[in-house]
């Protein structure tokens, strides 16, 4: 059982991974977009139609899909310097509350979502996007409250079995993502 846990973990790992470099690049693609807008409009008193709200659509989900890797990685603002000097059990009540808590909201937002999607639906954006705002307001909070509840439902299971404290330990690969 912990051998096949270990190897949901990696999957999920390296799904995370996917998602951080595609947030990472469409960040990117998004600034670029502004820049040009920004130029188009300033310099040559020529904006293009649709760019703004492109921009708008690719920073929700960006933003979205954004907080789903922050908390895989437990990047989320933690007092470490308090938690660290806690003995286990403490911090394994504080781990498993805040779990819940974040479970009990993805939980909430996943029908709280689709039915947001499916009142915006059909309406369509003045800035010239081809679909409705619903695949760029609600959709990805939907896409974010699935993955959230699969993270966390897998870091409740996986923290109980392996008893493995580097579950809840933020991410080390960079630097700021706790108060020490």
């Not at 951080?20 to 502004?34: D, I, K, T």
């Not at 922050?70 to 911090?91: C, D, P, T």
């Not at 299971?157 to 933020?170: H, K, Q």
């Amino acid at each position: 059982m912990k051998a096949g846990i270990r190897k949901i973990g990696a999957i999920l790992d390296c799904f995370n991974n996917a998602l951080e470099l595609l947030a990472g690049l469409s960040a990117f693609v998004m600034m670029a977009m502004l820049c040009f807008q920004v130029m188009m409009r300033y310099v040559f008193s020529n904006p293009i139609y649709g760019i703004d709200e492109a921009v708008v659509a690719i920073m929700v989900w960006v933003c979205a899909v954004g907080w789903a890797t922050v908390y895989w990685q437990n990047g989320h603002a933690i007092l470490e310097f308090i938690v660290k000097r806690m003995s286990q059990n403490a911090r394994r009540v504080i781990f498993h509350l805040t779990n819940a808590i974040v479970l009990l909201i993805s939980v909430l937002f996943v029908p709280a979502s689709c039915k947001l999607f499916k009142m915006q639906e059909h309406l369509r954006p003045i800035g010239g996007l081809p679909f409705g705002k619903a695949y760029y307001y609600a959709l990805p909070v939907v896409v974010m409250s699935i993955i959230v509840l699969i993270y966390c439902v897998y870091k409740t299971i996986a923290y109980i079995v392996l008893d493995d404290e580097s579950i809840v330990v933020p991410d080390a690969r960079e630097e700021g993502n706790t108060l020490d």
